[in-house]
């Protein structure tokens, strides 16, 4: 996949993060490393407790790494202070969780407008591109609904088109198909596979389940604090 491609969109270089447990530390990750490339899906499949969600956090800014680096793009951004952190995770990466997390007031349009105006857009371009991506997704008929009226399928897609609509660098998802039933979780994820292609962007995605995780270009675990490929 690196093939042609000059620099990763994520590479986590040696990374560590610790936490205090009683008079030492509990060592979660221990010199951790993982290359993600412009179009790549990767699943990471781990066992609860193996430092899945710590690794999410410390690719998303979201936790600072204790020692090693995390490269967004060409940017090593460990060093960096909270205002910068904060800059690079609102314009280069875009989150989708297992619980949507829409604001419920507002309509699956609004939705997708609201980051695009805190980027700084203005609003008739940030709804166009809403409109754009939320029809791609197969929801244009569904613009003015809030999410309290729609499916949870159709309220994971909103999340995914808010994630995606200030064309981030790098895609992060913690479980995003994990509260659906099978056939809904399928359809949400074809869904996230789809936009994915089409945007060329980078994307890491947990999840337990094994179907999905298979379908992805290749899967990565946690075993004794570093990122093992698994075959």
Do not use: C
Request: proline content about 6%.
């Amino acid at each position: 996949m690196s093939a042609g491609q000059t620099k990763p969109a994520l590479f986590l270089s040696k990374v560590e993060r610790r936490y205090p447990q009683g008079e030492g530390f509990l060592e979660v990750l221990r010199g951790a490393d993982l290359a993600i490339w412009p179009g790549e899906i990767v699943a990471l499949v781990a066992p609860s407790g193996t430092g899945k969600s710590t690794l999410l956090h410390v690719a998303g800014l979201l936790e600072k790494p204790d020692g090693g680096e995390v490269y967004v793009g060409s940017q090593p951004t460990a060093g960096m202070g909270d205002p910068e952190r904060t800059r690079i995770r609102r314009e280069e990466l875009g989150f989708v969780y297992q619980f949507h997390h829409l604001l419920p007031e507002f309509s699956a349009l609004e939705n997708v407008v609201i980051p695009q105006l805190i980027r700084g857009l203005p609003k008739n371009e940030a709804q166009e591109r809403a409109k754009q991506i939320l029809t791609f997704l197969g929801l244009g008929k569904r613009l003015d609904n809030r999410p309290g009226e729609l499916s949870g399928g159709e309220q994971q897609r909103v999340a995914i088109a808010r994630a995606v609509a200030n064309a981030p660098r790098l895609l992060l998802a913690d479980e995003p198909t994990g509260n659906l039933d099978p056939h809904t979780a399928d359809r949400v994820f074809q869904t996230l596979v789809s936009i994915v292609r089409a945007s060329k962007l980078a994307a890491l995605i947990a999840t337990h389940n094994m179907d999905l995780a298979a379908r992805m270009d290749r899967r990565v675990t946690i075993r004794d604090g570093l990122v093992v490929q698994m075959p």
